[in-house]
């Protein structure tokens, strides 16, 4: 014990000694960064999605993929860049986030979203909002301009309206598919998870040049969800979570299960106290949800910039660039 602190108390000593810019010239070699996106999991077969979606969905997520490069690329932070794309991803219809969200059961759709910065653990979260156009944005409020982390219902619309939000009519997020979906689900009187067979949740980590990690996740649940009914995606440490020690998460899926194993924050502690890369913690972690029965999966960063796709579905929407030149976006288990 008494040895291992005389060699941390050289090393530390040592460090100390070293001329200022060997540790600029270290600083300046990282100022990579990477990204990775989601646009929901589910089961997405090739025979499930013709040519017109597929391309719709494969132009949405590379104009988000770009919204967040974009930031990144000019040394913006990982915050911004995360809620960059998850704007991009909530106006287009494609998604179950904003614009094109699914219904709840009385025909409204309610909106849930969460962002985190890993430099500092702040975090900001929403539930069940029906006016705002870009319900991250608000979450992003929340954690910069309030003294607490979740807000729901009127209350967060209330705090959307001091803090000047226009107030959006609820029509913009209604779309003649997911009002089908309703109709279906309703019709056929199945689960709440056998109805929508791609969830379409989105959402964001990344990785700034300047090392640090940040997460978002935007949804409007599930199809024919009752009861005030909240899912993961706004729970800080079940679909969204950042902490430059260890990654940054976003989760789709089935929300009861993700809530229920503490995905996004589970897969933090796998790589801060196993040392798992983020790839192994993320495949434990969506092992463990498939044992509880859920399905789904999530995207992660860590602050090396590696990053990691990992589910259980037959297809994930997702995408993922960096300072390298890497620009992918995927749709099936085998792409
Ligand atoms: N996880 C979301 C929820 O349960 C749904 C999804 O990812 O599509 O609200």
């Known amino acids: 014990m008494l040895a291992r602190w005389v060699v941390a108390a050289i090393l530390t000593g040592l460090c100390a ?16 960064w990477s990204l990775a996106i989601h646009g929901g999991a589910g089961v997405i077969t090739r025979d499930r999605l013709d040519e017109k979606q597929r391309g719709g969905i494969e132009a949405a997520l590379g104009q988000a993929l770009d919204a967040g490069s974009t930031v990144l690329a000019a040394g913006g932070s990982a915050v ?4 960059a794309v998850v704007e991009v991803l909530e106006d287009d219809p494609h998604f179950n986030a904003g614009r094109g969200a699914v219904f709840t059961y009385e025909g409204s759709n309610e909106l849930d979203a969460a962002i985190m910065d890993g430099s500092n653990r702040a975090a900001g979260a929403v539930a069940g909002v029906t006016h705002i156009r870009h319900p991250v944005a608000l979450a992003r409020a929340v954690m910069a301009d309030s003294p607490h982390v979740f807000l729901s219902g009127a209350g967060a619309e209330e705090f959307a309206r001091e803090k000047g939000f ?5 029509a913009w997020f ?25 969830y379409g949740t989105v959402g964001a980590v990344a990785r700034d040049a300047q ?3 940040a997460a978002a996740t935007s949804t409007g649940g599930l199809t024919g969800k009752r009861w005030g009914r909240i899912g993961d995606s706004p729970v800080i440490g079940a679909g969204t979570y950042a ?3 260890t990654c940054a998460v976003s989760a789709t899926g089935a929300g009861e299960f993700f809530v229920r194993a503490g995905v996004a924050h589970t897969i933090c ?17 969506i092992k463990e949800v498939g044992e509880l029965g859920g399905d789904g999966g999530v995207i992660v960063a860590g602050p090396d910039g590696t990053t990691a796709f990992s589910f259980n579905t037959p297809g994930m929407y997702r995408g993922r660039a960096d300072s390298s030149g ?8 085998d792409d």
């Open 17 to 32: 000694l070293a001329p200022a810019h060997a540790k600029d010239s270290n600083i300046m070699a990282d100022k990579h």
């Open 80 to 83: 911004d860049a995360v809620q």
């Open 166 to 170: 226009e107030m959006t009519d609820p």
């Open 174 to 198: 209604a779309t003649e598919s997911r009002r089908k979906a309703l109709e279906e689900f309703k019709a056929r009187k199945v689960s709440w998870f056998d109805i929508d067979l791609k």
């Open 211 to 213: 090392g640090h990690v």
């Open 243 to 245: 902490d430059d020690r």
């Open 269 to 285: 502690d796998r790589v801060r106290f196993l040392h798992e890369t983020v790839q192994e913690a993320a495949d434990a972690t």
């Open 326 to 333: 890497m620009h992918e976006i995927a749709i099936f288990g």
